[in-house]
């Protein structure tokens, strides 16, 4: 599987999704990892992902 870290930075996940679904080997998943983002623009994605292929896990912010 390939999974995306994310924390805040909303904007950039749409094209982190495709880039990782666009890839020649397609029986993978994508797991979105969410570090407690707080910004309303990036709740709102991760909210919005429904791809058979995409999960988000959500956590409390923790850090690097």
């Given at each position: 599987g390939i999974v995306i870290p994310c924390f805040n930075h909303g904007h950039l996940l749409h094209e982190a999704i495709d880039s990782a679904l666009a890839q020649t080997y397609t029986n993978t998943?994508?797991?979105?990892v969410d570090d407690g983002s707080r910004?309303?623009?990036t709740i709102d994605i991760l909210d919005s992902i429904s791809h058979p292929?995409?999960?988000?896990?959500?956590s409390v912010h923790r850090g690097p």
């Open positions: 998943s994508v797991v979105i910004e309303r623009r292929r995409c999960s988000v896990i959500r």
